[in-house]
């Protein structure tokens, strides 16, 4: 899917996401707690890696959900602000924040809104992240150009997703049975059905929640293309995949799926202006 959404569509369909999310929230916060296997083993290792986030850093947490980075970052020493659309996401967060609160200041932020992403401070932010959160938002181009501002030059941004190649409506997961050599042995593959042109579906993030959200797909060419639009290179890529951390509680885990990565995380940096006017457009 492009970024090829009207206005209208826009403005309903993250209204209604924003809805759902505030259903979802509290659900979501019992059942991440302070990191489920996805965050613990593959996501908040490979962002830190890539963050190398330095003590007293301002940091930008986007789309913070319960704050589970944003109270990890602090730990580590950062200073963060860590936003939401979703008000009940931020009230949670406020509650599970009792270490090193000082250092965490929680906002309600739409981060397709780029008004209230301004709003934050102008070059305040050495970094910011977005923890498996731009698969869930109707369109990131706003936040790539804001994220231009709100960081200070060579400001670097690290965000996860969902894997683009893997991980999507439009694959599925597949478990064969191969004889190798009269030895019988389980395969775990994925089967890619559709890549390039996949419309915004629902789907579960965790088994069991209230309503299912909106996923909307970007292919790597789109997703990174937002980010070059705006000044960004690619200087950090990790395709972080579980390897015997996680015990797997069905049988399509991807617990199971060992040499196949479900998330991707990246690591963009704002390039130098030329000029004080390059750094204002």
């Not at 963050?51 to 580590?76: I, K, T």
Request: glycine residues 8%.
């Amino acid at each position: 899917m492009g970024e090829d959404l009207t206005r209208g569509d826009l403005g309903r369909l993250t209204g209604n996401t924003q809805a759902i999310w505030d259903q979802n929230a509290a659900f979501w916060d019992d059942k991440m707690g302070e990191g489920n296997d996805f965050q613990r083993v593959l996501v908040g290792p490979a962002t830190e890696r890539l963050l190398q986030v330095q003590p007293r850093e301002p940091v930008l947490d986007v789309a913070c959900g319960n704050g589970v980075f944003a109270r990890r970052l602090a730990a580590l020493g950062a200073e963060v602000v860590a936003c939401d659309f979703s008000a009940v996401f931020v009230e949670c967060a406020r509650a599970r924040t009792t270490e090193h609160a000082e250092r965490v200041e929680y906002r309600v932020v739409d981060a397709t809104d780029e008004d209230q992403l301004l709003a934050l401070g102008r070059r305040r932010f050495d970094a910011a992240v977005c923890g498996m959160a731009l698969m869930d938002m109707t369109t990131i181009d706003p936040l790539m150009r804001r994220l231009r501002r709100l960081l200070k030059p060579g400001g670097r941004f690290v965000f996860s997703v969902t894997h683009p190649c893997f991980n999507t409506s439009g694959t599925t997961m597949v478990i064969e049975e191969e004889d190798r050599e009269g030895e019988l042995t389980t395969v775990y593959a994925v089967k890619v059905t559709r890549y390039l042109h996949l419309a915004p579906a629902k789907g579960l993030g965790i088994i069991g929640q209230p309503v299912p959200h909106y996923y909307f797909h970007r292919p790597l060419s789109v997703l990174f293309a937002a980010g070059f639009a705006a000044g960004f290179v690619v200087d950090g890529l990790e395709e972080p995949a579980f390897a015997g951390e996680a015990e797997a509680q069905r049988p399509f885990s991807w617990a199971n799926y060992r040499d196949i990565p479900p998330v991707l995380v990246t690591r963009m940096r704002l390039m130098q202006p030329r000029s004080e006017e390059a750094l204002e457009a």
